[in-house]
Nanobody, 112 residues
Framework: QVQLVESGGGLVQPGGSLRLSCAAS?????MGWWRQAPGKQRELAAV???????NYADSAKGRFTISRDNAKNTMFLQMNSLKPEDTAVYYC?????????WGQGTQVTVSS
């Protein structure tokens, strides 16, 4: 059984930065960050494999960095140069075998 606990969301000014964290229990492989904004399709912002390979949505590329510490079973999303369009609920996800697990979601709001 996998449990995911997120932290780090909040309100920031345009151009600011946030670092999201996700602590996982249990054995996991691929991890990622999905985001859901009102009126928009859910988007996979960033993903990282157990081996450290990464991929980003075009909207996040160059501004977001996903990383993980396998020894501590944690994942991070460093978000820089934030834009109002980044406002969304961000969900930590992880896979275990054929199962996918979701965190509770954390609100990120980019506004003046």
């Amino acid at each position: 059984q996998v449990q995911l606990v997120e932290s780090g969301g909040g309100l920031v000014q345009p151009g600011g930065s946030l670092r999201l964290s996700c602590a996982a229990s249990g054995s996991i492989s691929t991890m990622g960050w999905w985001r859901q904004a009102p009126g928009k399709q859910r988007e996979l912002a960033a993903v990282i494999t157990s081996g450290g390979s990464t991929n980003y949505a075009d909207s996040a590329k160059g501004r977001f960095t996903i990383s993980r510490d396998n020894a501590k079973n944690t994942m991070f999303l460093q978000m820089n140069s934030l834009k109002p369009e980044d406002t969304a609920v961000y969900y930590c996800t992880a896979t275990q075998g054929l199962m996918i697990y979701w965190g509770q979601g954390t609100q990120v709001t980019v506004s003046s």
